[in-house]
């Protein structure tokens, strides 16, 4: 009975020291995490947000300003080609109307709708020998069937007679004040991207800007808001 007892009693203090020695194994444990761990921190880099422009931070509707951005320093840097310039006049005078898409004033290749045809010089623009001018930038490389709005002047006679005449372009520098930004005269529609046409040798030269590095035009020019007054119900006036 005796000895069962105590057999009994050493197997209680056997658990006891087990669950001493436990404890100090698990504290001497916790003690090296957190040692290492504040000490592996004290270690690590001063650490900066990134502090990237990201896509979501624009503006939905002024994204397409910001397409070409990164040419923007190039641009302000390149050297100026006096010789082959286009000006406002020859600029209108390839548009059917004021707005309206620009026909194709060269050669093409017809069977296809354009896109990588096209977009191989009027991507990034630059000098083509055979046609001894500088390639206008599209302003929406995203719109790749070109054909569908861009054709080329196969006739000029009319197909019937109409009493059509042309819409004329809005004046320039229409500035609160001599020097302050001059408003944008056009619609942005398909002319989101304003550095495909207002910077680089293909620009022309009355709307070239002094400054494409700018970059976040729409910053300082504001779009002309004039409301268009409603002409009623269209009529077309064909005399017989
Ligand atoms: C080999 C390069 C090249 C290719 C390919 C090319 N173009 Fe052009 N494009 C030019 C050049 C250079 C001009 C300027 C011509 C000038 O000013 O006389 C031009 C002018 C234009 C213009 C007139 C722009 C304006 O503001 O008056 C349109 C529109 C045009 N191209 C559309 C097209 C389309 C659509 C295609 C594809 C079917 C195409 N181009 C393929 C080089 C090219
Ligand atoms: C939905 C119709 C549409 C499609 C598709 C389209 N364009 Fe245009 N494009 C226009 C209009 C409208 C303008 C005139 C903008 C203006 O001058 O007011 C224009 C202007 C241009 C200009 C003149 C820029 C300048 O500085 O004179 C070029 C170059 C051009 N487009 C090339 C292309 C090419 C290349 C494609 C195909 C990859 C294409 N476009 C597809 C409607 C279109
Ligand atoms: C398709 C080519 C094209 C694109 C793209 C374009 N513009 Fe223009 N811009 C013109 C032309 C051409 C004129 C001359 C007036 C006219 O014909 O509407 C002009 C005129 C202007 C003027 C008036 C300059 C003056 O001296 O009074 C400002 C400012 C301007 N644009 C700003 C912009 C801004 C900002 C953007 C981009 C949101 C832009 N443009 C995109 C072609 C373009
Ligand atoms: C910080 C304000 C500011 C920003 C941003 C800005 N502009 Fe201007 N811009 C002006 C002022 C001011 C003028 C008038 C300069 C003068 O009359 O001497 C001007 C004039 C112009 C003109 C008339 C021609 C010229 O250069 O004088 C055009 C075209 C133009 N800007 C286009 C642009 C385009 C495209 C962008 C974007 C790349 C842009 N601007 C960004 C303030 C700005």
């Given at each position: ?92 005078e390839n548009r059917a109307f004021y707005g309206a898409p620009?026909s ?45 709005c861009?054709v080329q002047v196969k006739t000029n006679e009319l197909f019937s007679p109409s009493s059509f005449t042309s819409n ?63 002409i009623?119900i269209f009529k077309r006036d064909i005399k017989q």
């Amino acid at each position: 009975m005796c000895g069962q007892n105590r057999k009994g009693l050493r197997h209680i203090e056997d658990m006891k020291r087990f669950f001493i020695i436990f404890l100090f194994v698990i504290l001497t444990a916790s003690i090296i995490v957190v040692w290492s761990f504040s000490y592996f921190s004290s270690h690590e880099e001063a650490h900066i947000v990134n502090t990237k422009i990201s896509e979501s931070s624009h503006i939905p509707s002024e994204k397409g300003v910001f397409d070409r951005s990164s040419f923007a320093l190039e641009y302000s840097i390149m050297p100026l080609d006096q010789e082959h310039q286009r000006d406002l006049k020859t600029y209108y005078e390839n548009r059917a109307f004021y707005g309206a898409p620009p026909s194709i004033p060269h050669p093409v290749f017809e069977g296809s709708i354009g896109a990588k045809e096209c977009l191989k010089c009027h991507e990034n623009g630059g000098f083509v020998e055979k046609f001894n001018a500088y390639t206008p930038v599209s302003p929406h490389p995203d719109k790749l069937n070109c054909v569908q709005c861009h054709v080329q002047v196969k006739t000029n006679e009319l197909f019937s007679p109409s009493s059509f005449t042309s819409n004329s372009a809005p004046s320039l520098k229409n500035q609160a004040l001599l020097g302050s930004p001059p408003i944008i005269p056009h619609q942005i529609q398909l002319r989101e991207n304003c550095l495909s046409c207002h910077a680089g040798s293909s620009a022309v030269k009355e709307i070239r800007t002094s400054h494409p590095n700018r970059i976040n035009c729409r910053q300082c020019h504001v779009i002309n808001e004039k409301k268009i007054a409603d002409i009623g119900i269209f009529k077309r006036d064909i005399k017989q």
